[in-house]
Each structure stands twice: as C-alpha cells, then as structure tokens.
C-alpha cells in the first residue's frame, strides 16, 4: 500500500496557486517601485526634485501639483511609464520601463503616483 503525505500534497499546490497566480502588488510593493523607478527624478515625495532631477533636460512632472495631475488620464500615464515619454508626445528624459515593469505593476504604481494628491 502506499503511503500519501498530505502536507507534502498541500504545500505543492500552495506552491502551484501562488507560482502561476497574476501577480497583484500591494501598496508596500508600489512604494518600493515607486523608490527604485521614478523617485531619483520625481523625488520620493513626488514633488519632481529628485537627486538625478537637474541632470535632465526637462524637469520631472511634480506628482504633488494635483491641478496638473487632474489633467493625466489614467491611459496616458500607463503609456508613460510603459511606452516612455516619447510615446505620449513628452521629453525622451522620461524613460520606457516595459522591460522592468508587467502591467500590474505599472496599475499599481500608478495608484501610488495618484494618491501624492489624495486630501
């Protein structure tokens, strides 16, 4: 007769669900992308005066200017952070991040950028 180990069994398709589950970042998780891909030009409390700001030949948007956020739709700045700003008719400093960023991760730093205007 042979024997089944059910943790064995269980802890597998844990491993399964969670290996091929589509990944859903949470607000941590949109913090620290939000630290790694934008905060060195947008500044890390998004008022657009980041460390490498002054190196670019444009300034960065200020995420805390909520006038002007009010402006960008939700498609433009996916395709910003995706596409570059190329893509959306804005200076080539802002740089494509497709190759470093799935789209759940791109919605969910854009909810993160989005609430610098939050009140």
């Known amino acids: 007769m042979v024997r089944v180990n059910t943790s064995a069994i269980c802890l597998g398709m844990l491993f399964w669900v969670v290996a091929f589950s589509p990944a859903r970042g949470s607000a941590q998780d949109a913090a620290l992308l939000y630290k790694v891909y934008c905060g060195r030009c947008h ?11 002054g190196t670019l030949k444009t300034h960065p ?3 805390t200017d909520c006038k002007l956020m009010g402006t960008i739709s939700d498609d433009t700045m996916f395709k910003a952070i995706k596409d570059g700003g190329a893509a959306v008719n804005l200076p080539t400093d802002m740089p494509s991040w497709s190759a470093g960023l799935n789209d759940d991760q791109i919605h969910s730093l854009m909810a993160y950028i989005r609430k610098f205007c939050r009140k």
């Open 43 to 53: 500044g890390f409390e998004g008022h657009g005066d980041g460390a490498d700001a």
């Open 61 to 63: 948007r200020d995420f």
